[in-house]
Structure formats: structure tokens, C-alpha cells
């Protein structure tokens, strides 16, 4: 008698085989989506676990006194430790000790504890596109031990957050209500290292929402706080590079278009890119449009011109123009009405504000600086052309010496 697992043959499935249909792939959508699901709740857990160890060593690096303890070199001897411990680990360095003791020291002050309870709570109210993620993972990406910890626990939205962020947060950042400016904005906005970078080196702190507006007297109240958000009083331009010092606002709107991935960055999070010199046809005439925008989260349009120089009096005439032509013959029924940003080298807030003064579309000034001018050398054909210059004028001149000198 054979034994029965040589009679088993290798079966291989054929496309005729099997029959798809609408249900099926809409199973498959159903499992594809559960998986990332599964893969997004695996990275949080490993992250916020990893947090809460750093949260928890740096607790008790202040609260064990350990340099009174056990000597001024006792936490090179920890880093050494886990490091043998754990060699496949990179977190473990001296310096990333240290960054732990003073990311829980700058967090745990008894006038920053309301800060961390207030960010707590907003996370439950994050509207953005990762607060889809946020919910979906729910409450259970934090374990029991986090609340019930002895002293400050690690506050649950920092799970959000990779530590790395929070080391280049806790490097710059010169309060708690700043940090925690850029950490709700890293967990709205889904920033990448670079991009907290960014916003960091420009001070978004500092000047998010300091724009000189109108918007208090032309916005709903439903929007005006977060149109007021959108603009900051200076834009860092330092991403692009110009040849001349005096450049115009062709070469300006060159360079910004093709550094527009920067860009969109340094406008901020909901800003889509509609066109440059977008064209609106008006009593037969084109009229252009430096540069259009549309903004996700307010369902508007934005309407940015540049000005190479100091802000006029007129420049706030012609983006009001603009900003209602849009509103005329671009906007849908369903958009919300069109922002106007002017950007310009400087402005006078005087100057701004009446000019603003009776305007009714939500118009804004702000600034911009940073920009580089690279040193350009002459081409090579330049350079011959020179070349060739010099030698002539060396021969006129030759002859004209020889000339004056037969004379004599």
C-alpha cells in the first residue's frame, strides 16, 4: 500500500480556475485595508512604547538622583550597559540619555502640567486628515501603565510623534507652549523630519497668524481663526536662489515655481497649487493671476501676488481686483469666498491698513526674505568673446604705439 502523502500533488491555480467578481474584490479592498490598518496600530504601538521608555528612564534619571548616587559618570556607565545589553539598539547613546533627563525636566514643571492635560484632550478633536488614523486606533494604543504612572505620565499624544522630532523640538524650542505648538502641528499636519525642520528655522511660532489682515471684518467667525492661522507675518524664502540682486517678479515667480514642493511647505499645511499667471478672461481682456492656490481646509481659493519691492498703497487695489474676479468667474457655488495675500520686501502697517480700509474682500500683507543670490561666472563663449575683445584692442593699440612712435 502506498502511503498516501506521495499520491498528493502540487495543485496550481489557473486563471480559469477561479472566478472574480464584484464581491470579491471588494473583499479584497476590505482585507488590503485591514492590513494597513494592523501595519499603522503596529508602528503607533512600537513608537509609543519606545516614548514611554525614554519618558520613564529620563523620570527616574531626575527622580533617582543617580550623579548624587552613584557618581558623575554614571550615565556613560548606563549608556554602556544597554548597549551591551542591546546591540541591535541605536537609542542608547550618553547623549541620548541626557536628551531623555531633559525632555521629562522640560515637560514636568508644575506651571506646564495644565499645557500637557489641554494637549491630551485636543487630540480628540484633531480634524485633520490624520485624525481619521487617530480614532481608528482609538484609546487602546497607550497601555494602562502610561496613566496610572508614579509622578508625570508621558501625555498619550506624544505617541504621535517619533523621537527624533522631539529631541530637534526640545533643542529649539524656548517654552513648553512652543513645543507644544510643534508637536500639534507635527500631529495635524503629518510633518516629516525635514519638514519640522523647516518650520522650526522660520520661527512658525513666532509669526503664524501675524499677518496684517482684514479678515476680522470680511470672514465669518466660523473661519476666521484658522484663515488668520493660514498667514504668517514673513515667509523664508531662503529655498531658492536668484543671479541678480535686483531680480523682477518674473524671476521671483520662476524660482518659486520650481521649488513649488518648498513652497507649499513654507505656505503652510492645506494650500494646493492651482496654476501660475492663471489666466481669467474679463470684458474680453486676459487678465493673470500671479499665483493661485486653493485651500482644503477653508474651501477657498487664495489668490498670491508678488511684489519685488515695498508694499503701495495701489497693490492692495489690484489683488482686490483679482481676488473678485476669482470670486466671479472661477469660484463655485459651494466655495467659500476668495483670500487675497499679497507678499511683498516690507510694508507700513499705517499704509496697510488704509489701504485695506473699505475693501471687501478678505485681503492679507505679509513679507518675505532669505532669498540667495548665487555667484554666476561667465559662460564659456562669454569668455572667449572677451578674450578676443581684449586682444584686438591690444593690437589697436600696438599699431597706434608704433604709429605715434614712426612719427616721432
Not at 477561479?18 to 485591514?34: G, I, N, S
Not at 470670486?327 to 516690507?346: A, R, S, W, Y
Amino acid at each position: 500500500m502506498k502511503n498516501e502523502k506521495n499520491n498528493i500533488q502540487p495543485h496550481i491555480v489557473h486563471s480559469h480556475d477561479v472566478h472574480l467578481d464584484t464581491d470579491y474584490t471588494q473583499w479584497l479592498v476590505e482585507l488590503k485595508a485591514r492590513y494597513r490598518s494592523a501595519q499603522l496600530k503596529a508602528a503607533v504601538k512600537v513608537n509609543a512604547e519606545k516614548l514611554l521608555f525614554n519618558w520613564q528612564l529620563g523620570r527616574d534619571l531626575v527622580q533617582k538622583k543617580v550623579e548624587e548616587r552613584w557618581g558623575s559618570g554614571v550615565v556613560e556607565q548606563v549608556s554602556l550597559d544597554l548597549r551591551n545589553e542591546f546591540p541591535g539598539e541605536k537609542g542608547f547613546s550618553t547623549t541620548n540619555l541626557w536628551d531623555m533627563k531633559k525632555w521629562y525636566l522640560f515637560y514636568t514643571g508644575e506651571s506646564d502640567l495644565p499645557k500637557l492635560h489641554q494637549l491630551g484632550g485636543e487630540l480628540q478633536k484633531i480634524e485633520t486628515q490624520s485624525s481619521g488614523k487617530l480614532h481608528q486606533l482609538g484609546g487602546d494604543i497607550m497601555e494602562q501603565d502610561v496613566v496610572d504612572l508614579i509622578s508625570v505620565p508621558m501625555p498619550p499624544a506624544f505617541a504621535y510623534v517619533p523621537w527624533r522630532h522631539h529631541v530637534e523640538i526640545l533643542h529649539k524650542c524656548q517654552s513648553v507652549e512652543e513645543a507644544l505648538f510643534y508637536i500639534r502641528g507635527t500631529i495635524h499636519n503629518g510633518w516629516s523630519r525635514q519638514a519640522l525642520l523647516n518650520v522650526l528655522h522660520s520661527e512658525l511660532f513666532k509669526t503664524k497668524g501675524c499677518a496684517l489682515t482684514n479678515f476680522s471684518e470680511t470672514l465669518d467667525a466660523s473661519d476666521l481663526t484658522l484663515a488668520q492661522d493660514m498667514v504668517k507675518e514673513n515667509y523664508d524664502f531662503s529655498f531658492i536662489s536668484l543671479h541678480e540682486t535686483e531680480f523682477t517678479e518674473r524671476e521671483l515667480e520662476d524660482a518659486l515655481e520650481q521649488n513649488i514642493t518648498r513652497f507649499l511647505l513654507e505656505l503652510g499645511n492645506g494650500f494646493a497649487f492651482i496654476g501660475r499667471q492663471k489666466e481669467v478672461l474679463i470684458s474680453g481682456k486676459d487678465r493673470k493671476v500671479d499665483l493661485l492656490f486653493y485651500h482644503i481646509r477653508l474651501r477657498c481659493y487664495v489668490v498670491v501676488e508678488l511684489k519685488v519691492k515695498a508694499f503701495e498703497p495701489e497693490f492692495a487695489g489690484k489683488l482686490n481686483f483679482y481676488v473678485n474676479a476669482v470670486d466671479h468667474f472661477v469660484k463655485l457655488p459651494e466655495d467659500n469666498p476668495t483670500i487675497g495675500l499679497l507678499l511683498c520686501t516690507k510694508f507700513d502697517q499705517t499704509d496697510a491698513e488704509l489701504a485695506f480700509q473699505g475693501i471687501k474682500a478678505p485681503l492679507a500683507v505679509a513679507t518675505y526674505n532669505g532669498i540667495k543670490i548665487s555667484d554666476v561666472l561667465p559662460s564659456e563663449d562669454l569668455l572667449r568673446q572677451r578674450v578676443k575683445q581684449l586682444e584686438q584692442e591690444l593690437r589697436l593699440s600696438r599699431k597706434l604705439i608704433h604709429k605715434i612712435t614712426k612719427n616721432d
